[in-house]
């Protein structure tokens, strides 16, 4: 299975920006859908965005909208989140998978605070 290592996250405050990267195992041009997803505490684990193979399709939690971008590489088997005008509720670990997703990677913490 293909395996994801997320990268990026970090302390930011209110207002401020991060751009979240996601190295795939394997190739990533047969699957679909890829997805951004965020596990906040005392939260479910939720899905922020995805976004098709050709990037024709993309879907975002109403929550981000306006505010995340999603992309993704084919060719170099990486997915990023472009995150821009960031709230404290944006606070979560953040993960890469497929949609539906396969196993989990340890996530990176993006934490917003003043």
């Known amino acids: 299975q293909v395996q994801f290592v997320e990268s990026g996250g970090g302390l930011v405050q209110p207002g401020g920006s991060l751009r979240l990267s996601c190295l795939a195992s394997g190739s990533i041009s047969s699957i679909y859908f890829m997805g951004w997803y965020r596990h906040a505490p005392g939260n479910e684990r939720e899905l922020v965005a995805r976004?098709?193979?050709?990037?024709?399709?993309?879907d975002y939690a109403d929550s981000v909208k306006g505010r995340f971008t999603i992309s993704r590489d084919n060719a170099k088997n990486t997915m990023y989140l472009q995150m821009n005008s960031l709230k404290a509720e944006d606070t979560a670990v953040y993960y890469c998978?497929?949609?539906?997703?396969?196993?989990w990677g340890q996530g990176t913490q993006v934490t917003v605070s003043s």
């Open positions: 998978n497929a949609s539906p997703p396969g196993d």
């Open positions: 976004i098709s193979r050709a990037g024709d399709v993309v």
